[in-house]
């Protein structure tokens, strides 16, 4: 089963683990959000902008990179946990 | 009875189980929104942009797509449960 | 009483007894909204666009259409209730 | 005393009584909003638009309407409940 | 001290008793907002447009004019109550 | 330490003592905000608009002005407190 | 491992400790956010404007800036604590 992602979605597979708060303990200090990487497996033909034209997207399939560990729909593809995310909830390409 | 969705609107007919969140118990790292697959049964004519055009969707009939199970209306259609969403809640096609 | 629309709102009577939620349970899976059915009495001129010119509707005075039940604005027209709704409030044509 | 709306509101004279929730009772399937009917006493000279233009109002002085309950802003003139309503609370012309 | 509004704002001096809700008794009937008489005293140099022009207001010093009590900012002027609101909290002009 | 304000931000000090609600009760009635002056220290090169251009600002350094009190960025200068606003929140000029 | 922020994100890494609230004590009149000191290590291509251009961000690698202390995703790089941000959450520039 091969997905292609609607627009400015963008298929990518987990590669790190994600870091727990501990114990379930909330530390208002800490409490910012913490990326998790990720492999992009396939992308969106563009972002549908106000005139109709689409701007292709930034991230290329084949990138790692660093996304906000809430938001996006997870889909098991071939066993293994995906998501798809909005361009805009990745955050940073790692090189 | 034959369905025309208005504008960015798709008729969607469910192809697949939904996977429930068994017992009930709230996991929070795992809350994330699961698709549901679907055939796209029709399409309507296209998103209506800030100048009065029209956008035609990128979605076809007879494509298999995931969208998210939240949102949009259900309608039952010769016995059938059908849904129709925008076709921004549909993350991918199916191939 | 002859009713004229505003803009991009439409006058509907309804032509579908409601489905009701029996017995007041809610069933998570199955919140989603149920449309009703209608019959397109009259529209507006149309929606007002950014630049000040006038998108026509796309519904026409007599189609069978289903809108989202929530919503609108009741009325009652020779004893019988109708609904002011906006366009964008109608999910589909019945054809 | 002469009131000159600003903009894209309306002065409106109510001639209906409202129709009254008897009793306080909350009725979930009934709870639409009910317009109520008045006359436009004055208009404003028309909504501004994004690039400075105004775009006349749809609604003349003289016209009966129908205007959602809740919204706008009451006012006594000559010892009468006015309201002045942006038009587009305003759902219908009555002819 | 003189004081010049930013933009869309207007320097108000009122000119009316504000009627109190009595016992602070809610009536939802009747919880409209009621408007507030005032005198213009100055005005600012207009709405900052999309594309970075000013529109300039339609309010004029001098102009006597209704607005919503709630809202704005309260300035003290020569031991008088002045308020610095946007023009879009003033609903009317009285002539 | 010098400061430069990005985009439509400004950088003020306060010259005016800040009104306090004695004793903590909440008065409905004058429940307003009330600004605080301040002289305007340092300004930003202007507001991106939509095509990407920048809109200078209209505060100048050296300005005497009125902010409304919530909102804003507090830091210290020279052992001086200061803040950092967006333009929009500063309501008037003092002249 | 070298991170590229994504359009108008910016790589930030702390140089000033954060002011805590001592001993969690609420106090209304000085709850404006503090910012935080920081040196730009990456800035993004720049932001997306709604006619599909990119527009330069404002801040360059090496920049000292003020940025809000609350928003942006946490990320360790060389086991620094380093935080990926909005151009708009940063304030001003340190000279």
Do not use: C
Not at 9 to 36: F, H, N, Q, Y
Not at 66 to 81: D, I, M, P, S
């Amino acid at each position: 089963m091969a997905i292609r992602p609607l627009y400015d979605r963008v298929l990518i597979k987990r590669v790190a683990e994600e870091d727990r708060t501990k114990g379930g303990i909330i530390i208002p200090d800490s409490a910012k959000e913490k990326p998790v990487e990720g492999l992009v497996v396939a992308v969106g033909a563009g972002k549908p902008l106000k005139d109709g034209k689409i701007r292709p997207l930034d991230i290329k399939k084949g990138d790692r990179v660093l996304f906000n560990r809430y938001g996006g729909t997870e889909v098991k593809l071939a066993g293994e946990e995906h998501l798809i995310l909005r361009e805009d909830d990745v955050v940073a390409i790692v090189q």
